[in-house]
């Protein structure tokens, strides 16, 4: 532990196993990885068997060889994976190890949708929640298809599992759904382009014509929310005003307040 090495637990193994990691993989698992270049066929199994080894071949190395390797690990294996996965977005000293992944994935251009929908379901939800940063994909929580981690692996369904959405939604063309790919306007900021479940409050401002929502933080620090030329008062008076990012419409906020509190109100 000393040494900055992360240590593992070891799960109980089953009777008769001779390495949780074993390796010693199926022929057609091994032969698989031998053509890859991730199989070391002096030793007769893979290079490590330590889970963030294992978790930079999934990354790295070919998609339809490390499903076969996935297939045969026990489901105590797969469950390790998730776990080290999860304990690298959750934890911050482990932010690091992490970062270096999704660069990898990025740089990438064998993975297409086609690739991609003969993956293991367990190397896909692996793969997502490192693109993403999300530790949700591989709690077991969600009920997410594969083609729907196809899709948000490829950023053409929305990230958030209480939404789902394909994206752009309803075709969007305006500057943030056509520039910002996986952006989705149903329920992402177009500042941060994060979601929560504060929808309906006065944690997020909206816009009249597109119907485009921003966090209220974001856009007091962006400056979206200010003063601007009253469309219902005098000549010459202002009102509070909400610049949308998307159709750079300008809604006044007195009315949206009033509906956000009469909506909470009923409620």
Do not use: Y
Not at 14 to 19: L, R, V
Not at 70 to 91: G, H, I, N
Not at 190 to 214: E, I, L, R, Y
Not at 224 to 249: D, S, V, W, Y
């Amino acid at each position: 532990m000393g040494d900055g090495s992360v240590a593992f637990a070891s799960a109980q193994l089953k009777e008769g196993t001779a390495s949780f990691f074993p390796m010693e993989l199926p022929a057609r698992a091994a032969a698989a990885l031998s053509a890859s270049g991730s199989f070391d066929g002096s030793r007769g199994g893979m290079h490590s068997s330590r889970p963030d080894r294992i978790l930079r071949e999934i990354v790295s190395d070919s998609m339809l060889a490390m499903a076969q390797v996935l297939q045969d690990f026990p489901c105590e294996t797969l469950e390790v994976l998730r776990e080290t996965v999860r304990s690298m977005v959750d934890a911050p000293e482990k932010r690091d190890k992490l970062s270096s992944l999704p660069r990898k994935l990025e740089r990438r251009s064998d993975l297409t949708a086609e690739v991609l929908g003969r993956a293991n379901k367990t190397q896909l939800e692996i793969l997502v929640a490192i693109k993403t940063g999300m530790a949700t994909f591989v709690t077991g929580k969600g009920r997410v298809s594969v083609s729907e981690l196809v899709e948000m692996f490829l950023k053409t369904r929305c990230r958030n599992m209480n939404c789902k959405s394909a994206v752009p939604v309803d075709d969007c063309e305006c500057k943030i759904c056509s520039t910002k790919k996986g952006f989705c306007s149903a329920c992402m900021c177009p500042v941060c382009q994060k979601f929560d479940c504060a929808a309906n409050t006065c944690s997020w401002v909206g816009c009249d014509v597109c119907s485009h929502w921003c966090h209220a933080a974001c856009a007091l620090e962006k400056n979206l929310i200010r003063p601007g030329p009253t469309l219902k008062g005098a000549m010459g008076t202002t009102e509070m005003q909400f610049q949308c990012l998307g159709c750079n419409h300008a809604s006044e906020m007195f009315g949206f307040v009033k509906e956000v509190f009469n909506c909470c109100a009923e409620n």
